[in-house]
Each structure stands twice: as C-alpha cells, then as structure tokens.
C-alpha cells in the first residue's frame, strides 16, 4: 500500500477565490429548516492549498 502524504491548509470562506467561485445551490437541496447549500470548486481547492493566499475584500462578501 503507498504511502500518502496528507496536508492541511486553513482557507477563508471570504477570501477572494474562493469566495468568486462558490457555487450556491437551490433550497430544496439544503433540506428543511437550512440556509442554503454551497458547492466550492475542487481545483481551486487545489490550487488554494498548493498556494495560498489571504486576499479579502471586506466590502464584496457583505449580505445586503
């Protein structure tokens, strides 16, 4: 069996990236009584925990 090597990185939810390729999914997917569902992209996933960055734009992810 190869062995694996397994890394972990901490990614903002509102960091800039991530933030413009999130998917938001319709309601009757996120059950009853849920906010929502969000679907993020693999391969900017990927491409966040190869390299990382901490751009956030604090007035783009505001709610209106």
Known sequence: ???QIIGQVLISMFQ????DTTHLLAAHWAGR???GVAQFS????????????????IKEPRIS
């Open 1 to 3: 069996m190869p062995k």
């Open 16 to 19: 800039d990236d991530l933030r």
């Open 33 to 35: 009584n849920s906010r």
């Open 42 to 57: 693999g391969q900017v996933l990927d491409n966040l925990s190869n390299n990382s960055n901490n751009n956030i734009d």
